[in-house]
């Protein structure tokens, strides 16, 4: 495995460790629980743990394999059965012509690859970031304008008009029908008219 290809899943890792610290704290500072049952930050915190989770995974296998000076095995080692005759007919030969599922350094991302994943993980971490103060519905409107515009080449016009149904209709489905208070902004004017 080439060092850019390592250097990448380092980075992912400690990327999604650093997302999971991000949103487990916000979502303490909106709380497990509710009068109403579950509180707002209490599946943010579901998620915020599994995403930390697999972050953590993912660098103690890298730390391992950097520890046993190995290279990540493209697949396990398989045993050999005896075949009807007495002679050993590894199982090797039934995946005979198959390609590993590892991926070549050849199909690494390129350049505007990495900048589209560069604009999600950005667009998520300052979204966190933000949410105390410019609320749910501005943030989701802004990060998925953001987010149609540089990743999926949309117009703006029609990223902020899907941007502004989707969190609608996610606002109306957390507040009104699970009843669960989403985060509203806290600074004027957009704490003045409600969101």
Do not use: Q
Not at 71 to 90: K, M, Q, R, V, Y
Not at 103 to 119: N, Q, Y
């Amino acid at each position: 495995m080439s060092s850019n290809r390592i250097r990448a899943e380092w980075g992912i890792a400690g990327a999604c460790v650093a997302a999971a610290i991000a949103f487990g704290g916000a979502a303490v500072s909106y709380g497990l629980t509710a009068d109403t049952g579950v509180g707002a930050g209490l599946m943010p915190l579901v998620a915020a743990v599994f995403v930390g989770g697999a972050g953590l995974l993912w660098g103690l296998r890298l730390a391992a394999e950097r520890v046993r000076g190995e290279a990540p095995a493209h697949l396990p080692e398989l045993p050999t059965a005896t075949g009807s005759i007495g002679t050993d007919a590894p199982f090797e030969a039934l995946l005979e012509g198959e390609e590993s599922d590892e991926m070549e350094d050849e199909s690494l991302p390129d350049k505007a690859a990495w900048l589209r994943i560069g604009v999600i993980i950005g667009s998520v971490a300052l979204g966190a970031a933000l949410l105390p103060f410019l609320g749910y519905s501005t943030v989701m409107v802004l990060m998925l304008t953001a987010i149609l515009i540089f990743v999926g080449g949309r117009r703006w016009w029609i990223s902020l008009l899907v941007a502004v149904v989707v969190t609608g209709l996610s606002r109306l489905v957390f507040e009104i029908w699970l009843n669960t208070a989403l985060p509203h902004a806290t600074i004027p004017p957009l704490s003045w008219i409600g969101l």
